[in-house]
């Protein structure tokens, strides 16, 4: 967390470190009056920064799937008493939003944040099902009860299609080892729990390392194909196009190397078409200081456009 720019939040300890706050925040240069997007409120630790920019003639919309993530961040919004209105939704639904906010559809913002991935809320309660260390159920739904969950996604989908969605989704090199085992276990008993996931592939693989658990990329692999994590950012990355006003700024903080190519490219295509500017020709990633206090933050990289146009600065 970087010190001068965390908003002040009472006497409760966050329950999300924002990554790379001081760098979005520079990035995203938010002015008094302006309007911003923050695409994944998550805690609202970025959100609250940016709002405390905004000023009391600036708006701050934010969207994130996840409900309990909304109200933590409207509580956290709350506290800084500048405008914003926050909405539970898919940020590939974002001209809905702007249009519930009273914004124009085309070139209404001057910033938008899109920090991808899970919060720490939803990685730690074991009753979300995302976490491989503790048991829980096979849930890993962003948005709570909507869609299928991890078990029922597990029941009905193929032996084939799993394969893909390990190979392309986890990167995983045991992809095929990994379905056949998860197939043979389903057909003696429905899975549901993230410790009957966990043990097949452990059961498979032998331990890389000390940090990286067996099951991470199987995991990463069912979470990214539940949520269709990778449809929704390729949609939205292209629909920024409209919505950003030339001279806005866009901050994606990624995790992984499926996001990160995704991000890369939509904007290099973008960049060659005059449509942005590559503002960090290079991922920005955090130094040893914020991954010693904010493991989580070791993965992160940030890339940051600007959109082209008459105000282009
Ligand atoms: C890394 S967290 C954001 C943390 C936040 N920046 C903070 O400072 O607390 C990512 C959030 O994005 C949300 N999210 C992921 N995909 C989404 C999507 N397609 N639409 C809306 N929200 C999404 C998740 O539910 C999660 O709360």
């Known amino acids: 967390m970087s010190g001068s720019l965390e908003p002040q939040l009472g006497t409760q300890p966050p329950a999300h470190t924002p990554v790379l706050l001081e760098e979005v925040i520079g990035r ?124 029922e996604y597990l029941e009905g989908v193929s032996l084939e299609e799993l394969e893909r969605v390990l190979r392309e989704y986890g990167e995983e090199p045991a992809a095929s080892r990994i379905a056949r085992a998860i197939d043979r276990a389903r057909r003696k008993a429905k899975l549901e729990t993230t410790g009957q996931l966990a043990s097949i592939v452990e059961g498979l693989l032998p331990r890389r390392g000390k940090r990286t658990h067996p099951a991470t990329r199987t995991f990463q692999a069912i979470r990214i194909a539940v949520n269709k994590e990778l449809e929704h950012l390729r949609l939205a990355l292209r629909d920024l196009d409209r919505r950003v006003k030339p001279g806005g700024r866009v901050v994606v903080l990624s995790y992984h190397s499926l996001e990160d190519r995704i991000v890369k490219e939509t904007f290099r295509e973008r960049a060659r078409q005059g449509i942005w500017r590559v503002a960090v020709p290079d991922p920005l990633v955090p130094g040893p200081d914020e991954t010693r206090r904010n493991p989580r933050s070791r993965s992160a990289k940030l890339r940051s456009v600007v959109r082209l146009g008459a105000r282009e600065p």
Do not use: C, N, W
């Open 28 to 151: 995203l240069a938010p002015r008094p009056g302006e309007v911003h997007l923050d695409a994944t409120l998550g805690a609202g630790g970025h959100a609250a920064a940016l709002l405390a920019r905004l000023g009391p003639s600036g708006l701050l919309v934010g969207i994130d799937r996840d409900r309990e993530a909304v109200e933590l961040a409207r509580t956290r919004l709350e506290a800084v008493a500048f405008p914003f209105r926050v909405f539970q939704g898919v940020y590939s639904q974002l001209a809905g939003f702007m249009k519930l906010s009273g914004l124009p559809q085309e070139g209404a913002l001057d910033g938008a944040l899109f920090d991808l991935g899970l919060s720490s809320l939803q990685l730690d309660r074991p009753e979300r099902g995302f976490s491989f260390l503790r048991d829980g159920p096979l849930d890993m739904r962003m948005s709570r009860g909507e869609g299928p969950s991890a078990a």
